[in-house]
C-alpha cells in the first residue's frame, strides 16, 4: 500500500541531461550501479521486480554493462522520494498547492489598474514556460547512428509471454496534420525489425486521432520519440494533460525552466528536446496494412493480448555522446508506474478542484486499483445529491472517464487511513440505494469488459446522508454473534477461503470470497446461498474471487478483484432485505459466464530466468538475496500462455 510520507530534498535548477538526475540520485543514496553483466532479455526486468517490491531496498537501478555500448537506468522515478527529486519539489502537494495559488490568483476579481498590473509577473511566468525552438543541433544529435539499428540499444524483454522486446519509456512526438499542434504521449513499442515497430495507439489517444486525420488527407505521419534528458519530460508525457495543451508547457513549469527543442534530420516538421539522450525518427505510413502487436506484460499485472496496430519505421537514430538509456517496467503492483500515478493524483488535484469539481477536498489511486480501476475521493458535502453530482463530474472529467470504480466519502476521515475511510463509507451505504451502476468508455486495457473499450461503473457513496436522501437510519456495523466462518464453508464446499477480518476487527460489513466455479451462474447462487446463513443480515457486501487467490491477501484480492470486475454485469442483490450487494470479481470465460471475449493471464516471470538471477545475485552488488516475486503466483497461472485457455 501505498503511503504519504514527507519528503526533504529540493532541487534548485532544472537537470540538464539524464546524467545530471542520475548524480542527484547517487547523491542522496537512492542509486545502485550494477557492473555484472546483465541480460536485457528478462533479465533485467527480474532483478528490478524483485527490487521495485521490497520497499527498504527499493533504488534505481544503473546497468552499466548491457551487451551494448549503453548503460540502462530503470526504476529511477520508483518511489515517492525519487518521485520528487525527479520533479525537484519536497513533496508531490507542493506541486498542486503551486498550481491551485496560481489558478486563484489568475481568476480573482481585480478592482482596478494597480491590481491588474500586480498581475502582469504571473503572467510573464507563462511566457518562461512556454518550449523554445532553437536553431542548429542538440546534444542529442552529437552522435547519428550511420545504420539505424534498434538491436544496438539495450532494449527490455520484460516477461516471458512478451510479444518481443518493447521500448517502455518512449515521449512519442506526433503532430495534428491540420493545425500543427503538437502531442507527447506515452505508449510501448514493439520492435519487430532493425528499423521497425509498432505504435501502440489506443482508440481514445491524441496520437490515434492524429493517425486517422493523416489518413483522411493519405499523407504520411511524421514521427519522433525521444528517450532520456530531463525526467520531467518522461512525466509530462504520462500526464493527462487536456487535449492541445502543449506537454512542454506542463515540463517547463515543473522545471521552472522553458524547454529548449531542435527540429529533427529527417523529419524536420517535428521537434524534440535538444537534451535527451536518444531520439528515434520515423514515420507512420497511413496506406500500410497494421501489424498484429503484443502480447504485453501490462501495468494492470495482466497480459494485455495481441491486436492490430500501426507500423512506424525508423529513420534515423540519434543520441548524445554519453547517452544513457531508460527504461521502466509494469507487472503486478507495485511498480515504478504507481508512482507516477502518484504524481499525477497530486498534480491534477488542484486543476480538478478549480475547474471541475469545486467540492472535492482530496483524491486517491490506491495502487491496488492501477489507477482508472478504483479512484477515492473526498468531498465536502453541503446538499443531498451532491455525491451523484460529483460521480457524473467526475467520470466526464478528461481520462476519469475511464474509471471503474469511485468511492466517495466525505467529513475529515484521512484518506489514505483505509481501515477508517472503509469504516465510515460501509457505516454510510445501504447498497441498495448508495451504490450506482452506470456504464461508459473503458480503457482498453480493461479485461473485464464484455465489448472492447466499453463497459459498466459503479459509485459507492459513502457520504453522511442527508434526511432527504435516507428511507431508514443506518446504524453502526455489527458483526452478529450468529454469524459462522465454518458454517459456510461447511456447507458450501466450493468456496476455498473467507476472509472476515474486516469485519470482525474493524467494523466494516464486508467480507472476501475466494470460490472455485464449476457451472453458470455459479456466483449468483452461491451469493444467494451465503445470505440465507444466520448472522449475515449485518454484512453489506460481499467479494467474489476465484479460488486460486488467498482470501487473506486483502492486497491481492482488491488487484485481482478490480481487473476482473464489471460492476454493471457482475453485481447481484440477495438476503431477506435484497440488503447485501454481491460483486464477482472472478475469472469470466464463455463455459460459466457467456463470455466470449479472450482473457489474459496475469504476469510471472518464468523459472529458467529466477534461477539464473538467483545464481547471479551475489555478483550484482545488491545484498541479501531477494526472492523472487512472481514465486507466489506459480499456483495463480493459468495453462494457455497470454491468453488464457477457455476450459481452464
Not at 182 to 198: K, S
Not at 204 to 221: D, G, I, Q, T
Not at 353 to 375: R, S
Not at 638 to 646: E, I, P
Request: proline share 7%.
Amino acid at each position: 500500500m501505498i503511503r504519504n510520507t514527507p519528503i526533504y530534498y529540493l532541487c534548485t535548477m532544472a537537470y540538464k541531461s539524464l546524467q545530471a538526475f542520475i548524480e542527484a540520485l547517487e547523491k542522496e543514496g537512492e542509486l545502485i550501479r550494477i557492473k555484472t553483466f546483465v541480460d536485457p532479455v528478462l533479465e533485467i526486468a527480474e532483478i528490478t521486480d524483485r527490487i521495485s517490491k521490497t520497499p527498504d531496498r527499493n533504488k534505481a537501478l544503473l546497468f552499466e554493462n548491457t551487451g551494448t555500448d549503453f548503460p540502462l537506468l530503470i526504476n529511477s522515478m520508483g518511489s515517492e522520494r525519487r518521485m520528487c527529486i525527479a520533479l525537484g519539489v519536497q513533496k508531490l502537494d507542493d506541486v498542486m498547492h503551486e498550481i491551485e495559488d496560481l489558478f486563484k490568483s489568475l481568476s480573482a476579481p481585480k478592482n482596478g489598474i494597480l491590481e491588474k498590473l500586480a498581475m502582469l509577473p504571473q503572467l510573464s511566468k507563462f511566457a518562461s514556460w512556454m518550449p523554445k525552438v532553437v536553431k542548429g543541433r542538440g546534444a542529442c544529435q552529437e552522435v547519428i547512428m550511420q545504420n539505424p539499428d534498434l538491436g544496438k540499444l539495450p532494449i527490455l524483454t520484460c516477461w516471458p509471454l512478451d510479444g518481443g522486446p518493447f521500448i517502455t519509456l518512449p515521449a512519442i512526438h506526433t503532430k495534428d496534420p491540420n493545425n500543427g499542434i503538437r502531442n507527447i504521449g506515452m505508449y510501448r513499442m514493439q520492435v519487430f525489425e532493425p528499423t521497425m515497430t509498432g505504435m501502440h495507439w489506443h482508440k481514445h489517444k491524441v496520437s490515434a486521432r492524429h493517425y486517422n486525420e493523416y489518413k483522411k488527407l493519405n499523407k504520411r505521419m511524421p514521427v519522433a520519440v525521444a528517450l532520456g534528458g530531463d525526467p520531467v519530460y518522461t512525466y509530462a508525457a504520462t500526464a493527462p494533460l487536456p487535449e492541445n495543451v502543449d506537454e512542454y508547457m506542463l515540463a517547463g513549469f515543473l522545471r521552472k525552466k522553458k524547454v529548449e527543442l531542435v527540429r529533427c534530420i529527417t523529419q524536420p516538421d517535428i521537434e524534440v528536446p535538444a537534451d535527451a539522450d536518444f531520439i528515434i525518427e520515423g514515420y507512420v505510413d497511413t496506406d500500410e496494412e497494421l501489424i498484429w502487436e503484443g502480447p504485453f506484460g501490462d501495468h494492470t499485472g495482466y497480459y494485455s493480448l495481441p491486436d492490430w496496430y500501426p507500423r512506424f519505421h525508423v529513420t534515423a537514430i540519434t543520441h548524445r555522446k554519453d547517452a544513457i538509456y531508460p527504461a521502466t517496467i509494469v507487472g503486478i503492483p507495485p511498480q515504478e508506474d504507481a508512482w507516477i500515478g502518484k504524481a499525477t493524483e497530486r498534480i491534477f488535484l488542484a486543476p480538478i478542484k478549480m475547474t471541475m469539481v469545486p467540492e472535492i477536498t482530496d483524491m486517491h489511486m490506491p495502487v491496488e486499483g492501477v489507477f482508472h480501476n478504483l479512484v477515492i475521493a473526498t468531498i465536502n458535502k453541503e446538499y443531498a445529491g451532491q455525491g451523484q453530482k460529483v460521480m457524473n463530474a467526475m467520470w466526464g472529467a478528461g481520462q476519469m472517464m475511464f474509471n471503474k470504480i469511485l468511492v466517495l466519502a466525505d467529513g475529515n476521515t484521512r484518506i489514505d487511513d483505509y481501515p477508517a475511510l472503509a469504516k465510515y463509507v460501509f457505516n454510510n451505504i445501504n447498497p441498495a440505494t448508495d451504490v450506482y451502476f452506470s456504464q461508459g468508455p473503458m480503457d482498453v486495457l480493461d479485461h473485464s469488459c464484455s465489448k472492447l473499450g466499453f463497459g459498466g461503473k459503479m459509485c459507492i457513496d459513502g457520504t453522511r446522508k442527508w434526511e432527504e436522501e435516507m428511507t431508514e437510519p443506518l446504524p453502526p456495523f455489527k458483526l452478529l454473534p450468529s454469524f459462522s466462518k465454518e458454517g459456510i464453508l461447511k456447507a458450501c464446499p466450493e468456496i476455498t477461503g473467507i476472509n472476515d477480518s474486516l469485519a470482525r476487527n474493524y467494523g466494516i460489513g464486508v467480507l472476501f470470497v475466494a470460490m472455485k466455479k464449476d457451472r453458470l451462474g455459479h456466483v449468483r447462487d452461491l451469493h444467494n446461498k451465503i445470505c440465507t446463513h444466520p448472522g449475515l443480515e449485518n454484512i453489506k457486501m460481499i467479494l467474489y474471487v476465484e479460488h486460486t487467490v488467498k482470501a487473506e491477501d486483502i492486497a491481492d484480492v482488491l488487484w485481482r478483484f478490480c481487473n476482473n470486475l464489471d460492476p454493471r454485469r457482475d453485481h447481484f442483490f440477495a438476503g431477506s432485505n435484497n440488503q447485501v450487494l454481491g460483486l464477482d470479481g472472478t475469472r469470466k470465460n464463455k463455459q460459466f459466464d457467456n463470455f466470449d471475449r479472450p482473457w489474459p493471464n496475469i504476469i510471472a516471470a518464468d523459472p529458467a530466468t529466477i534461477a539464473v538471477i538467483d545464481e547471479k545475485w551475489p555478483t550484482l552488488g545488491l545484498g541479501e538475496k531477494i526472492n523472487s516475486p512472481s514465486l507466489r503466483y506459480a499456483t495463480q497461472l493459468y495453462r494457455g500462455g497470454a491468453a488464457v485457455l477457455d476450459s481452464e
